[in-house]
């Protein structure tokens, strides 16, 4: 690799001007010993996050000549191999000799485009002259993979897109105590009914134009994951899997049996059910899919019953003409889900299941945390329906009962109360239930 083009790049860098950033509910140490490995999906914000990381550096007063930054997506470093690595360390140290003795911070962009990447990490991190900060694409940078590779000298943390409050944090919303009270409340809806429809990958989000957002999620659905996928699995029937990425988008937020999808697609193209599994399993791998199970103590009953389908992003479904006016009660259940799961990304002990006994009752969500239940969810549009709010207090109470929980809640559109339902015929037992609109779950932190 040509020295004066890299230390073209690293000095570049310092003399780079930010652009605006806005800041994720997600902490990153600075100072860990470990090498902080960041992954997720393209275009989920994870180079702004290194720059957020980088601009807390220098409002520390850490000069910029002791911060190494390399974008691995910049044409003039491809190809870029673990040899590559050796001369743009000499450079870098050759444009600042001063700094050899010194501990300094290293953050590389996109590490996946540089081959045997993990070997040149592993090297630098041994010479112990850097705070390392990698980040990697979902569909290249598997967690599992980071794990093995840097054998334990690595901490990951996964970015998802713009999460609800992460998107009131870009419009410049501080929610406050009276702030649901306020008029406030009304840009929060308009704001929510975005997200519902448009999803929160952060381009789409600061995009004003509606048809140009529907591009940017086509070209994600075509670049990000189909080609991706096609090209780090080797995937040989494109059709097949295409066919199976429309039948989960519009199953979101309900149960997915493989073999009855399998019956459905061997009609039209020759398929086995193996390959299908396969299929499935690295939808999940790059993070497009999340397939929940059902709660059981028993796991071989958790890992033999269908699972529940919900998507990384609320805007993907419209590149398939799925329309949030016409799905509001599955969109919603996969808004709670990924605010559940934004939570869990923080707290690795808690599990997210659903939960369904032998006569259908079901709970949409059931969160666990070590040995502990320590919360059961209802999503539900029209709470106010008398025969809707009877089936799904229903559930929820047999649930309570069955898993030990009391803390009960049902998200509605725009229903608020908290309630205590008679669980006896003399009505002396009772199980309070608290029901919370949607926008209000979603805001709060």
């Not at 097949?240 to 999808?261: D, H, P």
């Not at 809707?388 to 559930?395: A, G, H, W």
Request: proline fraction near 4%; hydrophobic fraction near 40%.
């Amino acid at each position: 690799m040509n020295k004066a083009i890299l230390k073209q790049v690293i000095k570049e860098f310092h003399e780079f001007k930010f652009p605006l950033i806005y800041p994720r509910d997600i902490e990153i140490p600075l100072n860990s010993k470990k090498i902080i490995a960041i992954s997720g999906p393209r275009r989920s914000g994870k180079t702004f996050l290194l720059f957020f990381q980088i601009k807390k550096l220098i409002a520390q007063k850490v000069p910029k000549e002791e911060i190494l930054y390399i974008n691995f997506d910049d044409p003039r470093l491809l190809p870029f191999n673990a040899k590559d690595m050796e001369d743009l360390l000499e450079s870098y140290f050759e444009l600042y000799p001063y700094l050899k003795n010194k501990i300094n911070f290293a953050f590389f962009d996109e590490i996946q485009n540089v081959k045997n990447w993990e070997i040149s990490i592993r090297r630098i991190y041994d010479s112990q002259n850097f705070r390392i900060f990698v980040t990697g694409s979902s569909s290249k940078f598997l967690s599992k993979e980071i794990s093995t590779s840097l054998r334990g000298r690595a901490i990951n943390y996964e970015l998802l897109p713009f999460s609800f409050n992460e998107i009131l944090t870009a419009r410049g919303i501080k929610i406050e105590s009276d702030t649901f009270y306020s008029k406030t409340r009304f840009i929060i809806k308009k704001l929510l009914s975005q997200y519902l429809s448009e999803g929160g990958f952060p381009e789409v989000v600061l995009e004003e134009n509606e048809e140009i957002k529907i591009r940017i999620l086509k070209e994600y659905i075509e670049t990000m994951f189909f080609r991706d996928l096609v090209e780090r699995f080797n995937v040989k029937n494109g059709h097949v899997l295409r066919e199976m990425v429309k039948y989960l988008i519009s199953n979101i937020s309900s149960l997915f049996s493989l073999n009855s999808f399998w019956k459905w697609i061997k009609q039209t193209y020759p398929v086995g059910k193996k390959t299908l599994i396969n299929y499935t399993s690295f939808l999940e791998e790059i993070g497009l899919f999340f397939l929940v199970r059902k709660f059981s103590f028993s796991l071989k009953e958790q890992m033999q019953t269908p699972r529940k389908v919900y998507i990384l992003d609320n805007g993907l479904p419209s590149v398939y003409g799925f329309k949030f006016s016409q799905n509001t009660g599955k969109i919603m259940e996969n808004s709670v889900f990924l605010k559940l799961k934004h939570k869990q990304l923080k707290d690795p002990l808690m599990e997210i299941f659903y939960w369904q006994d032998y006569n259908h009752n079901e709970v949409d969500f059931v969160v666990k945390k070590g040995k502990e239940i320590k919360q059961l969810i209802q999503v539900c549009y029209d709470i106010e329906n008398f025969k809707t709010k009877e089936r799904e207090i229903k559930s929820l109470v047999k649930a309570s009962k069955n898993l030990k929980c009391n803390d009960l809640l049902v998200i509605t559109w725009d229903f608020e109360s908290e309630q205590k339902i008679p669980t006896s015929p003399s009505g002396q037992k009772t199980k309070k239930i608290k029901f919370i609109p949607l926008w209000k779950y979603l805001s709060e932190k």
